[in-house]
Nanobody, 127 residues
């Protein structure tokens, strides 16, 4: 069965860095769009970063993280990574890994609907 397991969350001071990983199994990883999303209690889920299938030639970022976060994928190890630099307190959230088979892999509202598989999340706290 499909599994997405996030790791790497934790507490960090503002200006610091964290590297999140998502281990994927149970599906043909390189054929899926992969994305990172985050949610703060009481707020809507927010698209953070996503990457296209196979070679991952195209990446998409939410405006708040552009220039600070980098998404990448390892299709040999079925791992999705999010490198987060220059972290700010407003980056504090639960971060989720997601996979989608169809669509353009972007973070538009219509594309986000195509992400069908989700991990349980990892908490990031920036103080």
């Amino acid at each position: 069965h499909v599994q997405l397991v996030e790791s790497g969350g934790g507490s960090v001071q503002a200006g610091g860095s964290l590297r999140l990983s998502c281990a994927a199994s149970g599906f043909t990883y390189d054929q899926f769009c992969m994305g990172w999303f985050r949610r703060v209690p009481g707020k809507e889920r927010e698209g953070v970063a996503s990457i296209t299938r196979v070679g991952g030639d195209t990446t998409y970022y939410g405006d708040p993280v552009t220039g600070r976060f980098t998404v990448s994928r390892d299709n040999d190890r079925n791992i999705l990574t999010l490198q987060m630099n220059s972290l700010k307190p407003e980056d504090s959230a639960t971060y989720y890994c997601a996979a989608g088979l169809i669509g353009d892999c972007s973070l538009t509202p219509s594309s986000v609907k195509n992400y069908k598989f989700w991990g349980r999340g990892t908490q990031v706290t920036v103080s």
